[in-house]
């Protein structure tokens, strides 16, 4: 596990040592950046941008975005292992001035007021077994934390058909492996 391009490129991060955390694979972040990057459908750049990343895991995806230019990165985690492992990333590579972390179980509280800024880009990773993608992107459209021109990025199983709420229109679904990237706003 990498950082693929930018200011840390070929840096490797520390990971979990358990089987509870699954990291985002190399092969699937470079081509989640690739998208981000060339498609005229997102309209999304990564320099400058606040990022949001929801079960951030060891924090792979927030780290790459502050690599290639991010302004911000806010990471949720609240598995103590994968909290510790993102701790020890970010102070790896001297990005604490750059990130927030909160340790909330996003799943079980009903408001996230206590994120006081709006994203660019929110990234979604939660366990495949996870049912509740429909309720975590209602609360994040209803406590207003995408900017207009923002997107949400959600990473799932293949298998998985999950459903979305109708103000969730997505724009672009992609198969890698047995990772499935989804695309919306």
Do not use: W
């Not at 750049?45 to 990343?53: G, R, V, Y």
């Not at 049912?131 to 293949?158: A, D, S």
Request: proline share 3%.
């Amino acid at each position: 596990m990498r950082i693929i391009s930018g200011k840390f490129k070929g840096k490797k991060l520390f990971l979990p040592k358990d089987i509870f955390t699954r990291p985002l694979k190399d092969l699937t972040k470079e081509s989640i950046f690739n998208i981000i990057s060339h498609s005229n459908l997102l309209n999304q750049n990564i320099e400058n941008s606040n990022i949001l990343d929801m079960f951030s895991g060891i924090g792979s995806f927030g780290l790459e975005c502050l690599s290639r230019g991010a302004k911000s990165a806010t990471f949720v985690e609240n598995y103590k292992n994968a909290l510790s492992i993102l701790k020890q990333n970010i102070k790896f590579l001297n990005l604490s001035k750059k990130t927030e972390i909160f340790t909330h179980d996003i799943l079980k509280i009903q408001s996230y007021d206590f994120i006081k800024k709006k994203f660019d880009i929110i990234f979604l990773d939660p366990p495949y077994k996870e049912t509740k993608v429909y309720n975590l992107i209602e609360k994040i459209l209803k406590n207003n934390l995408l900017k207009k021109e923002g997107i949400i990025i959600i990473h799932r199983h293949k298998k998985d058909n999950d459903l979305f709420p109708k103000n969730f229109n997505v724009l672009k679904e992609v198969n890698y492996g047995i990772s499935k990237i989804i695309f919306g706003k």
